[in-house]
């Protein structure tokens, strides 16, 4: 088995609303049933023995073993193997099926947490099967071994992770920024972005106070605030006198190191100051000398002002049962589940170095020693977890002095979240000079001591932290409204978001032609896929987003967002078919259901009432329907509006709403889109933008200003409908691709009072042989006269091949031949049809590249001008 392609969906997609990996394998040859290769089923479920947990199709715990016995192909084999894997290695994904694609190829889809976990474990297990089928021998522990090393080097650590499912469950959209810690929650301007749990409110001053100990200790002192007596050395010899002075012990640490490095308690003559000093100048250039605080260590978490967990902290440490030896003892206790590297799970494991060396030699032992039974055994002095300490909560306990004392110190140094530590003898008497001192203050203090406490209640500081990020009644997301379909998206894109800036909001668009922000292009091209969607959510800038979200994008890595406050789909019909294993119209459908799946439960679907395939999509459709219908005897409209439903649709000339009564919004001549009500798939387009703006809540009135003063010229609408006045003819350009698009746009056409209609056509070659004839036949029928072009970007077709079917369904259509010119170039054809086009024609483009196609347009009137110009200047001459 070869692996041909790997595709990730990192949004809803139309395999699940879950992110999944596809996975493209070819199986190189004749297909074997398991049962049919030796020792396969009996090494794979020894090397994997949770796969027999696996239900598979039968539904009930064992399945899959079944399967293998009574054989099943090695497509679906793997897509189990990837899901085993994944959970071995800490994931609990359950999503995954294997299909045949054609001839030797499969899609095995598979649902994922970690990217690149699932990448790795789908290698992982194509390698496996390969190496069974041989009858090789792999070492799996080693290489998921080395998958799980990677895995907590990109992992968001407990922290992260808790608030990404806090904000998640609140249903906050999450997006991880980069590979990193750093999380944006929400979308547009009521994004917040935190990095670990330093939030955007925080500071950077504050931030550098809280790095730099002696600072920090300065202005807790100026405070009034109870901090250790101590000073900064600069060499060895300033250290021991400051600890001689102080009277030992002491303690020496970096002045701006974290997690406990470097640090050193405890500190009793010279010769450890010494060994403590020159350590703790290894991650610092400063040194701090302090008294040694007599207490516990505690943690107290300050987030907005409110203390919401205290956590008593222990250092490493192993207890003896008078067998095994302290390296022992620790190799046993870091096989607790709940111990990782780093911060990969709540605790950390317990490393062996020269400073848990030292700690031993204190207490008068070392690695080999074997320890009584019950002795507790410190391989750290400092408490922190990320050298393998516990915690055991105290937030109970906390006296109220502490907590105030906790407040003020947050609020001294300007921190939004902070981790105060405190060393005193009991967290439940008021902290004095005399029982007790802040250590130190932490600007992004880990929680997964709060939330994972050894001993104690767990504490859900992540959801005190989304709290304060989104208070109560706050908004966290925007107004989202997609819109897909095959004819009018862009055009319904462009509308809605000139109603939603009518209403005043600052609106993000992305269409075929760009991103928008505010009418400002960020992004030139075709941007309707989920990055450029991602791009639009994440400016900072606006309060609404209006998205083009095609079929290529949905089909190449799902959507770009997580759930819309409206879904709007225009209509199905033939287009791209052939492509991408999209071959019938219910194919299509499918794929663009995706957008109204993705709905609020408060939201809205936006569905055309008049659409043979609305009935299908109906079905999926997620919030409330509203139908929009060019008829007001529409039956489905009718039976919604009687069982309560909303819906828009024309009624004598007007375009009405109906929500429990009827409201005029306005009378369709007084659309400039439709000119006059002569383009009919523009009064379509009109119902679907203000449905649209109805599900989000925008007012009538607003929503017909809008609609009144939206242009079907170059500002507004780019490229749909586009009316030049060329003197004595017009030029009329539209982005027409598919065989009803050009049929809509032929038919309006034919009501503008042309003499002629002469027709620019090309089609994407990139569509099956019989849609480009039909495209052909229809413009056979509608224009007199037909320049035939091609697009620069062929799409894997040979030169003048789509000219030629176009050319054959023209004549089919009627069209005598010799009406028929081919001009491959797009401009130059445009060219030839207005140098020949006679008073009163019509002259339609069906264009690949808009902007070029303008410049020809205005360059072929500037030169009349002059010419118009040059022949009065000849006549005045003359006369």
């Known amino acids: 088995m070869k692996i041909k392609e790997i595709r990730v969906y990192r949004g809803r997609n139309v395999y699940s609303h879950r992110p999944v990996i596809k996975m493209t394998v070819d199986i190189e040859g004749e297909e074997i049933p398991t049962k049919d290769i030796p020792g396969f089923n009996e090494t794979l479920l020894n090397l994997l023995p949770g796969l027999k947990k696996h239900t598979c199709s039968y539904g009930y715990e064992g399945g899959f073993a079944k399967r293998l016995e009574e054989g099943t192909y090695l497509p679906h084999v793997t897509e189990h193997i990837i899901l085993e894997l994944q959970n071995v290695l800490g994931y609990d994904v359950k999503f995954g099926r294997a299909r045949n694609v054609e001839g030797s190829l499969y899609n095995v889809i598979f649902e994922y947490s970690l990217e690149e976990c699932g990448i790795r474990a789908a290698k992982l297990a194509v390698d496996l099967v390969n190496k069974l089928i041989r009858g090789e021998k792999i070492d799996l522990e080693e290489k998921l071994e080395k998958i799980s090393n990677i895995i907590a080097e990109v992992e968001l650590g407990p922290s992260t992770m808790a608030i990404k499912m806090e904000a998640l469950k609140r249903g906050i959209p999450v997006t991880r920024v980069g590979n990193g810690s750093i999380l944006r929650l929400g979308y547009g301007k009521y994004q917040k972005i935190i990095e670990g749990t330093i939030s955007q409110n925080t500071s950077c001053i504050a931030v550098d106070i809280a790095s730099d100990k002696i600072l920090t200790k300065k202005i807790l002192?100026?405070?009034?605030?109870?901090?250790?007596?101590?000073?900064?050395?600069?060499?060895?010899?300033?250290?021991?006198?400051?600890?001689?002075?102080?009277?030992?012990?002491?303690?020496?640490?970096?002045?701006?190191?974290?997690?406990?490095?470097?640090?050193?308690?405890?500190?009793?003559?010279?010769?450890?100051?010494?060994?403590?000093?020159?350590?703790?100048?290894?991650?610092?250039?400063?040194?701090?000398?302090?008294?040694?605080?007599?207490?516990?260590?505690?943690?107290v978490l300050v987030v907005g002002e409110k203390v919401v967990a205290v956590a008593e902290r222990i250092p490493a440490h192993v207890i003896g049962d008078g067998v095994h030896t302290v390296k022992e003892l620790i190799e046993i206790e870091n096989k607790n589940p709940l111990r990782g590297n780093g911060h990969e799970k709540p605790l950390t494991k317990i490393t062996v170095d020269a400073v848990s060396k030292m700690v031993l030699q204190k207490q008068g032992l070392t690695l080999d020693d074997v320890p009584r039974k019950g002795r507790k055994v410190f391989l750290r002095e400092s408490a922190n977890l990320s050298t393998g300490g516990i915690a055991i909560?105290?937030?109970?306990?906390?006296?109220?002095?502490?907590?105030?004392?906790?407040?003020?110190?947050?609020?001294?140094?300007?921190?939004?979240?902070?981790?105060?530590?405190?060393?005193?003898?009991?967290?439940?008497?008021?902290?004095?000079?005399?029982?007790?001192?802040?250590?130190?203050?932490?600007?992004?203090?880990?929680?997964?001591?709060?939330?994972?406490?050894?001993?104690?209640?767990?504490?859900?500081?992540?959801?005190?932290?989304?709290?304060?990020?989104?208070?109560?009644?706050?908004?966290a997301t925007i107004p989202i409204v997609s819109i897909t379909g095959t004819n009018g998206k862009t055009t319904v894109t462009r509308m809605v978001a000139h109603i939603l800036k009518t209403y005043g909001y600052t609106v993000g668009m992305t269409t075929t032609d760009g991103i928008y922000i505010d009418d400002k292009c960020i992004y030139k091209g075709d941007n309707t896929g989920p990055k450029s969607a991602r791009t639009c959510l994440a400016d900072k800038n606006i309060d609404a987003a209006v998205l083009e979200t095609a079929r290529g994008g949905i089909l190449r890595e799902g959507l770009?967002?997580?759930?819309?406050?409206?879904?709007?789909?225009?209509?199905?019909?033939?287009?791209?078919?052939?492509?991408?294993?999209?071959?019938?119209?219910?194919?299509?459908?499918?794929?663009?259901?995706?957008?109204?799946?993705?709905?609020?439960?408060?939201?809205?679907?936006?569905?055309?009432?008049?659409?043979?395939?609305?009935?299908?999509?109906?079905?999926?459709?997620?919030?409330?329907?509203i139908y929009f219908s060019m008829y007001d005897n529409n039956l489905t409209v009718k039976r919604h509006i009687e069982n309560g439903g909303i819906a828009v649709y024309v009624k004598e000339g007007v375009i009405v709403i109906a929500n429990g009564q009827i409201v005029p919004v306005v009378r369709i001549e007084e659309i400039p889109a439709t000119l006059g009500g002569k383009v009919l798939h523009n009064i379509e387009n009109s119902?679907?933008?203000?449905?649209?703006?109805?599900?989000?809540?925008?007012?009538?009135?607003?929503?017909?200003?809008?609609?009144?003063?939206?242009?079907?010229?170059?500002?507004?609408?780019?490229?749909?409908?586009?009316?030049?006045?060329?003197?004595?003819?017009?030029?009329?350009?539209?982005?027409?691709?598919?065989?009803?698009?050009?049929?809509?746009?032929?038919?309006?056409?034919?009501?503008?009072?042309?003499?002629?209609?002469?027709?620019?056509?090309?089609?994407?070659?990139?569509?099956?042989?019989?849609?480009?004839?039909?495209?052909g036949e229809v413009c056979g029928k509608g224009f007199d006269f037909i320049y035939i072009k091609e697009d620069e970007d062929l799409r894997g077709r040979k030169q003048g091949e789509v000219a030629k079917i176009l050319e054959e369904g023209a004549i089919k259509g009627g069209m005598d031949k010799k009406n028929i010119k081919i001009i491959l170039k797009e401009t130059e054809a445009l060219k030839a049809a207005m140098h020949s086009a006679e008073a009163g024609d019509l002259i339609?483009?069906?264009?690949?590249?808009?902007?070029?196609?303008?410049?020809?347009?205005?360059?072929?009137?500037?030169n009349r001008q002059i010419k118009n110009m040059e022949d009065e200047n000849k006549v005045r001459a003359y006369s």
């Not at 100051?273 to 505690?298: C, F, P």
């Not at 407040?407 to 405190?422: H, P, Q, Y």
């Open 687 to 775: 119902l679907a933008a203000i449905a649209a703006s109805y599900g989000v809540k925008v007012p009538i009135n607003i929503i017909a200003k809008g609609i009144k003063t939206f242009y079907p010229d170059t500002t507004h609408n780019p490229g749909r409908f586009n009316l030049f006045n060329i003197g004595s003819f017009r030029v009329l350009v539209d982005y027409g691709h598919n065989v009803e698009g050009i049929k809509k746009v032929i038919e309006a056409a034919r009501k503008l009072d042309a003499n002629r209609l002469i027709g620019v056509i090309g089609v994407p070659g990139d569509r099956m042989d019989s849609s480009i004839f039909k495209v």
């Open 844 to 862: 339609v483009v069906f264009y690949e590249k808009y902007e070029p196609l303008v410049k020809v347009i205005e360059e072929f009137v500037k």
């Open 393 to 475: 909560d105290r937030t109970d306990e906390i006296h109220p002095h502490n907590i105030e004392i906790a407040v003020r110190a947050a609020k001294a140094i300007g921190l939004d979240i902070a981790g105060i530590d405190i060393t005193m003898e009991d967290i439940r008497k008021p902290l004095s000079a005399t029982n007790g001192a802040i250590i130190e203050i932490n600007a992004s203090p880990g929680i997964r001591m709060h939330h994972y406490p050894s001993k104690g209640k767990p504490r859900n500081v992540a959801k005190a932290i989304v709290d304060m990020l989104f208070p109560k009644g706050s908004k």
């Open 221 to 299: 002192k100026d405070h009034g605030l109870p901090v250790p007596e101590g000073d900064v050395a600069y060499n060895e010899e300033e250290a021991i006198s400051i600890a001689e002075e102080l009277g030992y012990p002491v303690v020496i640490k970096p002045y701006n190191g974290n997690q406990g490095k470097g640090v050193h308690l405890n500190i009793s003559n010279r010769e450890e100051v010494v060994i403590a000093y020159r350590n703790a100048k290894n991650y610092s250039d400063l040194v701090m000398v302090e008294k040694q605080v007599k207490g516990r260590h505690y943690r």
């Open 560 to 625: 770009g967002y997580d759930l819309a406050d409206v879904g709007v789909i225009t209509n199905i019909s033939e287009d791209h078919l052939g492509i991408d294993g999209i071959n019938t119209l219910e194919d299509l459908a499918f794929v663009k259901a995706l957008v109204v799946e993705a709905v609020k439960d408060d939201g809205y679907s936006v569905l055309n009432a008049d659409d043979p395939m609305t009935p299908y999509l109906a079905k999926k459709a997620k919030g409330k329907i």
